[in-house]
């Protein structure tokens, strides 16, 4: 559902992205980001991303256009840092919240 909301956002129209599969729909979304249009011009947040070495996350590396904007990973596992590498990507530890504070 996300990814029909950003391809709108970038330009496609409701009927062209709706009846995509959600792989097909990742990848248009994946090359609008990586269009000269929307070079540099965006910052997307994947949000809780399990463990790398997570099946789950497998698209991740697969798929997303890391290198055409700003992308800011949250998860609670360290290992996104080492993927990575130190030079591409710099790691903030943050403490957990209660729930107060959440």
Same mark, same amino acid.
């Given at each position: ?10 330009? *496609? ?5 709706? %009846? ?15 269009? !000269?249009? /929307?070079?540099?011009? /965006? ?16 698209? @991740?590396? %697969? ?6 904007? !700003? ?5 609670? *596992?360290?290992? /996104?840092? !080492? ?8 790691? @903030? ?10």
């Amino acid at each position: 559902k996300e990814y029909v909301e950003v391809a709108k956002k970038l330009g *496609s129209s409701a009927e062209s992205v709706e %009846r995509l599969s959600e792989e097909k729909l990742r990848a248009h979304v994946h090359g609008l980001l990586e269009s !000269k249009e /929307w070079e540099g011009r /965006w910052l997307v947040v994947l949000d809780d991303l399990p463990d790398p070495a997570d099946e789950r996350a497998a698209w @991740v590396w %697969r798929e997303f256009p890391f290198g055409s904007g !700003k992308t800011l990973v949250t998860s609670r *596992s360290p290992d /996104w840092a !080492k993927e990575g590498g130190e030079l591409t990507w710099r790691q @903030v530890t943050l403490q957990g919240m209660t729930e107060a504070e959440a």
